[in-house]
């Protein structure tokens, strides 16, 4: 497990001995796909280092609409936010996949920023990224209709894969639409205007970019 806490960017420059400590100090657990590790709102006691799978962080309201407000791989983190402040859950996590996570617990999390300060820079920095990608994502959903928010999304996530430009995680009308803040009826139609039009294809839930995207729909 020292391997791979090597790999997250939070414990670079760490030594060998830290990283053990790091290690004793945390326990491994292991969710199928489709399980809420934390729910928004629950007071918070430990921290999730991602070490294999991929959540999804999302607030809900209380019919059940949920807004994505990130996808999350191997060397993320999540719950870090409650053990700062001492307030309640700001967002849930819910596996994507099957997931496994190096949990720590409040008590240790906080002694390992007091005895390491160059966690503490790399968590600032983190959580300043976060809070761009946020204030990203509400002038997104306050300026930009419904298809330019999709583009957006569409042209953030594709790779280029087999000669293709593709987002190769799954892609649901309800999944984009939980991402871009919309209906999934909408995003239905705007998929069929893109699949119709020649711009996208789906194959297994996965979107492959024939062409690029029109500017507006």
Same mark, same amino acid.
């Given at each position: 497990?020292?391997?791979?806490?090597?790999?997250?960017?939070?414990?670079?420059?760490?030594?060998?001995?830290?990283?053990?400590?790091?290690?004793?100090?945390?326990?491994?657990?292991?969710?199928?796909?489709?399980?809420?590790?934390?729910?928004?709102?629950?007071?918070?006691?430990?921290?999730?280092?991602?070490?294999?799978?991929?959540?999804?962080?999302?607030?809900?309201?209380?019919?059940?609409?949920?807004?994505?407000?990130?996808?999350?791989?191997?060397?993320?983190?999540?719950?870090?936010?409650?053990?700062?402040?001492?307030?309640?859950?700001?967002?849930?996590?819910?596996?994507?996949?099957?997931?496994?996570?190096?949990?720590?617990?409040?008590?240790?999390?906080?002694? $390992?920023?007091?005895?390491?300060?160059?966690?503490?820079?790399?968590?600032?920095?983190? $959580?300043?990224?976060?809070?761009?990608?946020?204030?990203?994502?509400?002038?997104?959903?306050?300026?930009?209709?419904?298809?330019?928010?999709?583009?957006?999304?569409?042209?953030?996530?594709?790779?280029?894969?087999?000669?293709?430009?593709?987002?190769?995680?799954?892609?649901?009308?309800?999944?984009?639409?939980?991402?871009?803040?919309?209906?999934?009826?909408?995003?239905?139609?705007?998929?069929?205007? $893109?699949?119709?039009?020649?711009?996208?294809?789906?194959?297994?839930?996965r979107l492959i970019l024939l062409q690029k995207l029109p500017e507006a729909f």
């Amino acid at each position: 497990m020292i391997a791979t806490l090597k790999q997250i960017p939070l414990f670079a420059g760490l030594t060998g001995e830290e990283l053990a400590h790091v290690e004793a100090s945390s326990t491994t657990n292991s969710y199928p796909k489709g399980t809420v590790i934390i729910n928004e709102g629950d007071p918070g006691s430990s921290m999730y280092l991602l070490v294999q799978g991929r959540v999804k962080v999302f607030v809900s309201d209380n019919h059940g609409k949920e807004f994505v407000l990130a996808i999350l791989g191997p060397g993320e983190y999540v719950g870090e936010l409650a053990l700062l402040d001492d307030e309640p859950r700001t967002a849930s996590v819910e596996t994507e996949e099957n997931s496994t996570f190096m949990v720590i617990q409040k008590e240790d999390f906080l002694a $390992l920023l007091h005895n390491h300060p160059s966690i503490q820079f790399k968590l600032l920095l983190s $959580l300043t990224h976060r809070s761009r990608q946020l204030t990203e994502s509400i002038k997104n959903l306050a300026l930009k209709d419904v298809y330019s928010r999709v583009r957006l999304l569409f042209e953030d996530l594709a790779v280029e894969k087999d000669g293709h430009l593709m987002i190769d995680e799954p892609m649901t009308q309800q999944a984009i639409a939980d991402r871009v803040g919309s209906s999934r009826e909408m995003v239905a139609r705007i998929m069929k205007e $893109l699949v119709f039009g020649g711009y996208v294809r789906i194959e297994n839930e996965r979107l492959i970019l024939l062409q690029k995207l029109p500017e507006a729909f």
